[in-house]
């Protein structure tokens, strides 16, 4: 049996352990691994390559991914879907696993009610994949984020500022909320509920009055301001990507004017943007890659097609990928609240 691998959308930590993973159990089991060359667009293209053990050795600890990586959508072009179509063919696959996140797996979804036997592994620092506790790579985003944080405190101490730390996770919270947590950051703003800049404001200065003269404000990169709240800057517009998405960015800078005009207090603002996403993953990842990687494979086996691996609690099962992509997981209320007993 011949399996093909490919890791699309945004890099991150943790994918080389799941092709190490798949190589290995595939060699286990007699399976021939193809490995996919940067993601959707290495299939159009038909950019491959045979993944044998030797391809595989040493990577555990590497961030990205040895594969390469794009956020090609190939339902953009008609043409597209046909060479890719063709390609997997040709390519005499038994199977195809798909690592990837919302908008990978998206396309997997797709292609698999069109007819081919793909397994998705969920992928992504932003944790926003419903059907599975956790994604690979988040543990790691939020660890680095953690120690941005802790670094943050004791020059926002010495200098008796605002800091104001820009994190990733698109339109959910949870990078913001859990690294927040973890940093014991003052105030978290998240997608999930949009910003009253007043309230913010509120709970710095009756922190300052308690004899606090910094506070550290974590934001998510999709954070808003409540409708109607009246800025000193308009957030720039940008770019949309193959698949729709806004690059996000900005609401850092703009909270941080927000802020110091009105507070008066000196605020500076730390975006972290993708340092997040580099490096080598943490442990947790590492074992999670590897576990998703394993049941990947046995998917395959039991041609178990049109599923994703999932955790789900502390076991690895397995979910649809079409209701895993249905819709966002956003921050857990519950945990948010528990942050909140913090701010100020
Ligand atoms: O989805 C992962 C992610 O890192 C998001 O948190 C972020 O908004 C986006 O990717 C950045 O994308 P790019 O690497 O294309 O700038």
């Not at 008609?78 to 005499?92: A, M, R, V």
């Not at 397995?318 to 997981?329: G, R």
Request: proline share 2%; net charge neutral.
């Amino acid at each position: 049996m011949r399996i093909g691998i490919l890791t699309g959308g945004g890099d991150c930590p943790g994918l080389n352990s799941v092709i190490r993973a798949v190589v290995r159990k595939s060699h286990l089991e007699g399976f021939e691994t193809i490995g996919i060359k940067n993601g959707w667009k290495g299939l159009i293209e038909g950019d491959s390559e045979v993944l044998d053990l030797r391809s595989v050795s040493g990577i555990l600890p590497k961030g990205g991914t040895i594969l390469g990586t794009s956020r090609t959508n190939p339902y953009k072009k008609p043409e597209d879907l046909q060479k890719l179509k063709d390609n997997y063919k040709n390519l005499g696959f038994s199977a195809l696993i798909v690592v990837g996140g919302e908008d990978t797996l998206g396309v997997a979804a797709q292609l698999f009610k069109e007819g081919l036997n793909v397994v998705g592994v969920p992928k992504t620092i932003d944790n926003d994949l419903s059907g599975t506790d956790y994604t690979f790579g988040f543990d790691t985003a939020i660890n680095i984020a953690t120690e941005c944080i802790d670094r943050l405190h004791t020059t926002a101490e010495s200098h008796n500022r605002i800091m104001v730390v820009e994190v990733m996770g698109r339109k959910a919270g949870w990078i913001a909320t859990e690294a927040g947590i973890a940093g014991g950051a003052d105030i978290i703003l998240i997608p999930e509920i949009p910003i009253d800049i007043e309230e913010v404001c509120n709970l710095i200065n009756k922190r300052h009055k308690r004899g606090k003269n910094f506070s550290i404000v974590v934001v998510a990169e999709g954070a808003e301001f409540k409708q109607g709240t009246k800025l000193i800057e308009i957030l720039q517009e940008s770019k949309l990507d193959e698949f729709g998405h806004v690059r996000l960015g900005g609401i850092g800078d703009c909270l941080a004017k927000e802020i110091e005009k009105r507070t008066g207090f000196e605020t500076r603002v730390s975006v972290l943007g993708h340092i997040q996403r580099g490096g080598t993953p943490t442990a947790f990842d590492r074992i999670l890659g590897t576990r998703f990687g394993v049941k990947a494979v046995e998917l395959v086996k039991d041609k178990k097609f049109g599923q994703m691996v999932s955790l789900q609690g502390n076991k690895i099962a397995s979910v649809s990928i079409e209701v895993a992509v249905k819709a966002l997981k956003t921050v857990d209320m519950d945990l948010y609240e528990i942050a909140k007993v913090f701010f100020g």
